[in-house]
T-cell receptor
Framework: EPEVTQTPSHQVTQMGQEVILRCVPISNHLYFYWYRQILGQKVEFLVSFYNNEISEKSEIFDDQFSVERPDGSNFTLKIRSTKLEDSAMYFC?????????????FGPGTRLLVL | SQQGEEDPQALSIQEGENATMNCSYKTSINNLQWYRQNSGRGLVHLILIRSNEREKHSGRLRVTLDTSKKSSSLLITASRAADTASYFCAFDFSGGYNKLIFGAGTRLAVHP
């Protein structure tokens, strides 16, 4: 069964460093998302992406964040200058179409620790 | 706020018993999805129910949706130790470009 994959599974970085989290969505999906989950808290929406542009972003997704689909398969989240509070599990998700009721399939997540 | 609430926050039962988790929301939705998360792991999609549906089944799972009360429930019948996990409802609100808003989750512990 097709699945969303994410790399790396764990990343440790120093505050102020840039990190790139990578995702390979399900191959025939058109809509892509990033979410994050701070330890012990809710899963929070960051950004949705369709047709090579951002569809919607949350207040969390400020100027230090960016997303890109550099080729036909990868979908990346870049955090330009990491802060301690960026430590979280980051989930990528994809879905087939946005209109009315489509399941979002999540990857296994990347656990980011900022020191 | 579009946030949803889940209850109970934690549920502890014995194997073979049924587990019921509830979820409520504040504004109209396109659909509601339930996910499972084993400790520190990814989110596994369980079931999606659309706003015009009232009940759906998948194996030992039964989901109901009451749009008049803006609430949903997830029932796991004949629970197993392997069902131990956190369960989240997630809302797709109308006009939200399909972003999902997650509830706080219910931590289910099933004891052998």
């Amino acid at each position: 069964e097709p699945e969303v994959t994410q790399t790396p599974s764990h990343q440790v970085t120093q505050m102020g460093q840039e990190v790139i989290l990578r995702c390979v969505p399900i191959s025939n999906h058109l809509y892509f998302y990033w979410y994050r989950q701070i330890l012990g808290q809710k899963v929070e929406f960051l950004v949705s992406f369709y047709n090579n542009e951002i569809s919607e972003k949350s207040e969390i997704f400020d100027d230090q964040f960016s997303v890109e689909r550099p080729d036909g398969s990868n979908f990346t989240l870049k955090i330009r200058s990491t802060k301690l509070e960026d430590s979280a599990m980051y989930f990528c998700a994809s879905s087939g179409r946005a209109a009315q009721a489509e399941t979002q399939y999540f990857g296994p997540g990347t656990r980011l620790l900022v020191l | 706020s579009q946030q949803g609430e889940e209850d109970p926050q934690a549920l502890s039962i014995q194997e073979g018993e049924n587990a019921t988790m509830n979820c409520s929301y504040k504004t109209s939705i396109n659909n509601l999805q339930w996910y499972r998360q084993n400790s520190g792991r990814g989110l596994v999609h369980l079931i999606l129910i659309r706003s015009n549906e009232r009940e759906k089944h998948s194996g030992r799972l039964r989901v109901t949706l009451d749009t008049s009360k803006k609430s949903s429930s997830l029932l796991i019948t004949a629970s197993r130790a392997a069902d131990t996990a956190s369960y989240f409802c997630a809302f797709d609100f109308s006009g939200g470009y399909n972003k999902l808003i997650f509830g706080a989750g219910t931590r289910l512990a099933v004891h052998p």
